[in-house]
């Protein structure tokens, strides 16, 4: 029975120790460094990614195209302003989306909208290892 009450007590210790959780960003969450670096457009991200990571390319414009087209227009808009921000903007957004759920108000039309630019950390270093072999403004790449 002791060695119950002990564990037990350990186990309780641990949890009072342990640091509380919070949301915050860092360099790779909630957007990928490298996202928060590059110098690319988002035309030149997609186009790297339908030729480095094409399964997800495809994924993402199946998704994107059975949204409206007013959802077409929105994405583009909201992808082309994050791009054209600094690393300081591009940081702070990333802070902003990984502590307040309601601050993304695209999120609300389509959860994954940036999700081929934001979430995968593989995909986003192959794409952004060669986007600037890609032209900058080439609009055919939301074109699938």
């Keep these: 029975m002791k060695k119950l009450t ?4 350990a186990a309780a210790a641990a949890l009072t ?3 509380v959780a919070g949301a915050d960003a860092t360099e790779d969450y909630p957007i990928p460094r490298k996202i928060l670096h590059t110098p ?3 035309e030149q991200i997609l186009a790297a990614t339908r030729d480095t990571d094409p399964v997800y390319y495809e994924r993402y ?3 994107y195209n ?3 087209p007013e959802v077409h227009r929105a994405v583009q808009d909201r992808i082309h302003w994050f791009f054209s921000m600094d690393y300081a903007g591009r940081r702070q957004y990333s802070e902003d989306t990984a502590t307040n759920a309601f601050y993304e108000q695209l999120a609300w039309n389509w959860p994954n909208w940036a999700k081929i630019f934001f979430n ?3 995909v986003v ?3 952004t290892a060669v986007c ?3 032209p900058p403004d080439d609009m055919s790449v939301w074109v699938w």
């Design 40 to 42: 690319c457009t988002a």
């Design 120 to 122: 995968n950390k593989g």
């Design 125 to 127: 270093a192959h794409s």
């Design 132 to 134: 600037m072999n890609y």
């Design 17 to 19: 120790l342990a640091p």
């Design 6 to 9: 002990l564990a037990g007590l």
């Design 66 to 68: 059975n949204k409206s």
């Design 61 to 63: 414009m199946i998704d």
